[in-house]
């Protein structure tokens, strides 16, 4: 089992930028794949990124394409996803989670592991 715990959220205006930490425990880090994941009010939680347990292969939701990159360092059990021009449809709660797989992938059921969530709130 991995324990994930995310930090870095807030309150950004449009245009800004923040930057994501997720902090792993338990399975070895390296080993497993990464991902970013989001819910907004009334919607369903959607894919946003994704990482594979090198570091090596990345997959995006085309909506943030250019704008978002994930990235980890294994060396310190940690994964993160740099948000730059963020808009208000941005507004979400985030959520890092953990792959029972190596490779990268958009599917939830691939990630069997969640943390808590952080909100990131984008304002007009």
């Known amino acids: 089992q991995v324990q994930l715990v995310e930090s870095g959220g807030g309150l950004v205006q449009a245009g800004g930028s923040l930057r994501l930490s997720c902090a792993a425990s338990?399975?070895?880090?390296?080993?497993?794949?990464m991902g970013w994941f989001r819910q907004a009010p009334g919607k369903e939680r959607e894919f946003v990124a994704a990482i594979n347990s090198r570091g090596g292969t990345t997959y995006y939701e085309d909506s943030v394409k250019g704008r978002f990159t994930i990235s980890r360092d294994n060396a310190k059990n940690t994964l993160y996803l740099q948000m730059n021009s963020l808009k208000p449809e941005d507004t979400a709660v985030y959520y890092c989670?953990?792959?029972?797989?190596?490779?990268?992938?958009?599917?939830?059921?691939?990630?069997?592991?969640w943390g808590q969530g952080t909100q990131v709130t984008v304002s007009s």
């Open positions: 989670a953990a792959s029972t797989y190596s490779s990268a992938s958009n599917s939830q059921a691939n990630f069997g592991s």
């Open positions: 338990g399975r070895s880090f390296s080993s497993y794949a």
